[in-house]
């Protein structure tokens, strides 16, 4: 590959994040947000917003039947790996922003049961793009580009005008977010609940410890889906926040939740939640609520059967004896519900990078249940559709060998055709279905800025 130069121009604000992406990235074929500046639930709050223009642009489009993905972009991030600004270097330096859908579990053990209607994967160089950094109140600027490359210059003095601006609107409820989720699921009452029984079945046999079992649910498309995203954002902040577009096919995250991260020493961190309560609008009744969540028995089991999922996982890439829980157990609170959120780390053996962390942790453990490989194939039978982009993980591979994705959880994915909305459950022995089917509704609700 040619070699590429770093223009980075730092203005000393954090500028507005949509603005920034009006201003530079609304009209762009491909775009995104990682959105990262809503809540305070991260060490370090960074927002990313760019695209990918110039002679060398590139978006990596792959489904499961075009090879093996995850080596191809290993390689393509290897062949671009160099020394990157030392400004840029404990935020995105550049790289690739995506997803890995949940149907490359075809790549990583689990079997190829269904066809997704959107790309399997997903990956944007980043070539033009702006930081936020919220915490320390500062942006860059920054274009990726050939030593004379003039438009890249030029498309600096635009990001700088933008950095600038400020934008004051308001965007309406959307639609679809006034709609009744249940009339609109794929798995209606009485067929999830059937679900759940059959999940029982398969956990007194003993074939699984834990099934996370999904539903999709299938509304109208959006006519704008940044405006649904703006939305979403508004009602539902997360830590995980995104809003991805490629075409017509657009992706709006509310994620609270962290797959992998990878920093510059090699240390690898994921933060599995499994436990999930609705907030009460009563603080004292919402102290009981995050407390009786932190208590109670059957989530706790949940939560323990992932996060051993996880070491276990984390622990094929990692030096021996580095896999640790520095966390255990936490309830988080977001705007519309209460977490029980792990944190489990390992020190990356030498020669595993980040795309290698990746494949040894996909699908995630969360998204999937215990033992991860058969109950795949549970869910293979139980789910009668591909989720897609779902259940997948979204964010950033950079060039400089640092990663950091969420779960795609509270997330709708927007087509010309329909908007979809994924929400499940995990489904233990212990499990009272129709709470199960409560919580699925729920965070369903929760993806289209309602609280219920």
């Known amino acids: ?138 942006s860059h600027l920054v274009a990726v580009h050939a030593p004379d490359d003039q438009e890249a210059l030029d498309w600096l003095d635009r990001a700088a005008a933008a950095a600038t601006s400020r934008w004051m609107g308001w965007v309406d409820p959307p639609a679809i977010s006034l709609l009744d989720v249940e009339q609109h699921l794929e798995q209606d009452r009485a067929t999830y609940l059937a679900g759940i029984d059959a999940c029982r079945v398969a956990l007194e046999a003993g074939d699984t410890y834990e099934v996370c079992l999904t539903n999709r649910v299938r509304l109208p498309p959006v006519p704008d889906p940044l405006d649904f995203y703006l939305w979403q954002r508004a009602t539902n902040p997360a830590p995980y926040a995104a809003f991805l577009r490629y075409g017509e096919i657009a992706v709006a995250s509310s994620s609270p939740e962290r ?95 980040a795309v290698a962390a990746v494949r040894a942790c996909f699908p995630p453990g969360s998204m999937t249940g215990a033992p991860k490989i058969r109950t795949m194939e549970l869910l293979d039978e139980l789910e009668p559709s591909a989720r897609g982009v779902y259940s997948g993980v979204l964010g950033y591979l950079t060039v400089d060998g640092r990663a950091d994705l969420s779960v795609v959880i509270r997330t709708a994915v927007l087509t010309p055709r329909e908007t979809v909305v994924g929400a499940g459950g995990a489904i233990v022995l212990d499990s009272e279905p129709v709470a199960e089917y409560d919580e699925m509704v729920l965070k369903a609700t929760a993806t289209l800025g309602r609280s219920g």
């Open 1 to 138: 590959m040619p070699a590429l130069t770093w223009s980075v121009r730092s203005v000393d604000h954090a500028a507005d994040g949509e603005a920034v992406y009006r201003e530079l990235f609304a009209a762009e074929p491909v775009a995104f947000w990682l959105d990262g500046g809503l809540t305070d639930r991260s060490a370090r709050r960074i927002s990313v917003l760019g695209t990918s223009a110039g002679p060398d642009a590139e978006v990596l489009v792959r489904d499961v039947t075009d090879g093996d993905v995850f080596t191809e972009l290993q390689e393509l991030l290897a062949a671009r790996r160099t020394d990157v600004p030392a400004e840029l270097a404990d935020v995105f330096s550049g790289g690739y922003v995506g997803y890995f859908g949940y149907e490359l579990k075809a790549l990583t053990g689990g079997a190829a049961a269904y066809e997704a209607p959107t790309p399997d994967a997903l990956w944007i160089w980043a070539n033009r793009f702006v930081v936020i950094d919220h915490d320390r109140g500062r």
């Open 259 to 353: 797959f992998l991260a990878v920093d510059a020493d090699g240390w690898a961190e994921c933060r599995p939640i499994k436990g999930t309560a609705p907030r009460s609008a009563d603080p004292a009744q919402d102290q009981l609520v995050a407390k009786a969540l932190a208590e109670d028995e059957k989530t706790r089991a949940e939560n323990l059967m992932i996060v051993d999922l996880i070491r276990n996982d984390l622990g094929r890439v990692s030096e021996p004896g580095s896999v640790q829980v520095p966390q255990l157990m936490v309830v988080e609170s977001y705007q519309t519900m209460h977490q029980l959120v792990t944190t489990v780390r390992g020190k990356l053996r030498a020669g595993v990078g």
